[in-house]
């Protein structure tokens, strides 16, 4: 199983960005899938979570109201739009899968990972 995360780069605060994580070697119907992050010098932390169906998104507290998970089943991917970034908002995007639909926040309930996609929010 192999996930490959794009769209990351440079943008000033208050700009857009729009994550994709594409997975090959296992369909994603009836898995959860989730964003985490890593910004220099801390550890990982969640982003965002979503069910197998699209439904029950949840949200890491500071980006409610910014950013929206969103998932196509049928083209095996995965997307992260984010608005209003913020400097703080600055790190490593990282998708995952988790195989038993848990909607989990903890990375160690997520059993396939993605490269990771840098994203970095100027002020």
């Known amino acids: 199983v192999q996930l490959q995360a794009s769209g990351g780069g440079l943008v000033q605060a208050g700009g857009s960005l729009r994550l994709a994580c594409v997975v090959s070697?296992?369909?994603?119907?009836?898995?959860?899938t989730g964003w985490f992050r890593q910004a220099p010098g801390k550890e990982r932390e969640f982003v965002a979570t979503?069910?197998?169906?699209?439904?029950?998104?949840y949200y890491l507290d500071s980006v409610k109201g910014r950013f929206t998970i969103s998932r196509d089943n049928a083209q095996n991917t995965v997307y992260l739009q984010m608005n209003d970034l913020k400097p703080e908002d600055t790190a490593v995007y990282y998708c995952?899968?988790?195989?038993?639909?848990?909607?989990?926040?903890?990375?160690?309930?997520?059993?396939?990972w993605g490269q990771g996609t840098k994203v970095t929010v100027s002020s």
């Open positions: 995952a899968v988790d195989r038993q639909n848990l909607l989990s926040s903890q990375s160690t309930d997520y059993d396939y």
């Open positions: 070697g296992r369909t994603l119907y009836w898995t959860s």
């Open positions: 979503v069910q197998w169906n699209g439904r029950a998104p």
